[in-house]
């Protein structure tokens, strides 16, 4: 019975203002679960591309002209009036004032403090994700020195999102640098990741928990009780194993040739791109010899954003 259910193709699409607020719209009465909240989209028509269904939805929907648009996430639901094989985009430009063409509301929303119920049942981990930074800033006090990296976090009225990685240091070591972050990070509303040994972090005061592609490759299950945890991915598989694992983000790299890791092989922004193409239901920072100046370039090659490590702290 379900394998005769058909599979819609749908786009969907998050306006995102430069506060990192984005819009939500009911969905109109007579369709499926009208009156939900959900990110304003429909079903792609045949022969067209994800991109130009976008830009018809909105322009239908809202009569707002979408400028600059890039692929996110791809998410694959069970309904019970169809399954449904969702592209999620970002926009970040646009021509015009949303308007209700079909009767429905809009609502500009925060990440993490979505106010409006319902919610189309598919949508809770994508909401997360808008939880996530532009930039995740990584640690490498050996290069680039703990009083810098402690300087340059201190002098920032938000500092973002950290993680620390740190292999060449002991457990105490380690606790001792987390302990530093936190005092800093955490009064001003920054998250604090750290790259280590899942057994380690027991009372640690971080955020979450970032998994190296030799950890996720030995772990049966997400660790418990964190509320964001992440994986190193280099390839499809571990993307796969990242996203089966219901991990929150993933990194990918390297994308360019990198100091920390000359041995390793690059992806370039194509191969990084090709790697997303196969329905990735989580969001990817690519990784490896970035600038926050690529950032654009990350996010139209379908990254989430982009992880720095000597970029961070220059
Ligand atoms: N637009 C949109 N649809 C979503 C989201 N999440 C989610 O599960 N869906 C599902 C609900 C529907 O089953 C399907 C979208 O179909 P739709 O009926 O809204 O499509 P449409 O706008 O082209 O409508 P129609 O005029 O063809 O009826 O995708 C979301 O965030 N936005
Ligand atoms: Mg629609």
Redesign the pocket.
């Known amino acids: 019975m379900s394998e005769s259910k058909p599979v ?1 193709s ?3 699409g998050a306006l995102m203002r430069a506060d990192g607020s984005f819009m939500l719209g009911s ?1 109109p009465a007579g ?3 009208a009156g939900y909240w ?6 792609v028509e045949p022969g067209e591309t994800p991109l130009a269904a976008l830009v018809r ?1 909105f322009r239908e ?1 809202m009569g707002i002209e979408v400028s600059h648009a890039t692929p996110w996430l791809t ?1 694959i ?1 069970h ?1 019970e ?2 399954s ?1 094989h ?1 592209r ?1 985009f970002r926009i970040w430009a646009w021509q015009g004032t949303p308007q209700p063409h079909e009767g429905q509301s809009f609502a500009w929303q925060t990440p993490g403090h979505h106010s409006v119920t319902p919610m ?4 809770d981990p ?1 909401l997360r994700s808008l939880q996530l930074p532009d930039v995740l800033q990584i640690s490498c006090v050996s290069e680039c020195g703990r009083d810098h990296t402690l300087e340059v976090l201190a002098q920032r009225d938000n500092p973002g999102w950290v993680m620390v990685r740190e292999p060449q240091k002991s457990r105490e070591q380690l606790a001792d640098f987390v302990a530093e972050v936190a005092d800093i990070v955490h009064p001003r509303g920054g998250k604090l990741l750290v790259n280590t040994d899942p057994a380690w972090i027991r009372g640690w005061p971080v955020d979450g928990l970032h998994l190296s592609g030799q950890r996720l490759a030995a772990l049966d299950e997400r660790p418990p009780h964190l509320a964001w945890v992440g994986a190193s991915a280099h390839s499809s598989a571990e993307l796969a194993r990242a996203a089966a694992l219901g991990l929150d983000y993933a990194l990918l790299g390297h994308v360019q040739p990198t100091a920390s890791h000359p041995q390793q092989a690059t992806l370039g922004w194509n191969g990084f791109a090709r790697l997303l193409q196969n329905e990735i239901p989580l969001p990817v920072f690519a990784i490896g010899g970035l600038q926050a100046a690529d950032l654009d370039t990350a996010r139209t090659h379908g990254a989430h954003g982009i992880a720095l490590m000597r970029g961070a702290w220059r």
């Open positions: 819609i749908v786009v969907a969905r369709k499926p679960y959900e990110f304003p989209g429909g079903k939805e929907e998410r639901h309904y009036h169809a449904v969702l999620f189309l049942p598919a949508n994508v």
